[in-house]
Nanobody, 120 residues
Framework: QVQVQESGPGLVKPSQTLFLTCTVS??????????WGWIRQSPGKGLEWLAT???????YYRPSLKSRTSISRDTNKSQFTLQMTAVTPEDTAKYYC????????????WGQGTQVTVSS
């Protein structure tokens, strides 16, 4: 059974860089037809896709956030990380790491989410 677990700082000050890590167990992040990524949900708003890394290490970003976000992976640790620079209070949200599968053409695994609050 695949499990994904987010970890992060909880509280970040404006203009700082946010680092979030997703640890995957029970599966490989290099398996073809699986995409690993980050989605967030701000208070009162819908789900917002942020970034994805594929089985080959290819990366994809939400265009409006591309200049501030970076996704990377460590295949030895079975982890992938989101870096977001110059955060503002508008980046306050619950951040989820996810797996998208070609088998189901949808997100089949989600972490529990980690709350990130941007505040001075």
């Amino acid at each position: 059974q695949v499990q994904v677990q987010e970890s992060g700082p909880g509280l970040v000050k404006p203009s700082q860089t946010l680092f979030l890590t997703c640890t995957v167990s029970g599966g490989s992040i290099t398996t073809k037809d699986h995409l690993w990524g980050w989605i967030r949900q701000s208070p009162g708003k819908g789900l917002e896709w942020l970034a994805t890394v594929d089985y080959n290490g290819g990366t994809y970003y939400r265009p409006s956030l591309k200049s501030r976000t970076s996704i990377s992976r460590d295949t030895n640790k079975s982890q992938f990380t989101l870096q977001m620079t110059a955060v503002t209070p508008e980046d306050t949200a619950k951040y989820y790491c996810t797996r998208w599968s070609a088998d189901t053409a949808g997100y089949d695994y989600w972490g529990q989410g980690t709350q990130v609050t941007v505040s001075s």
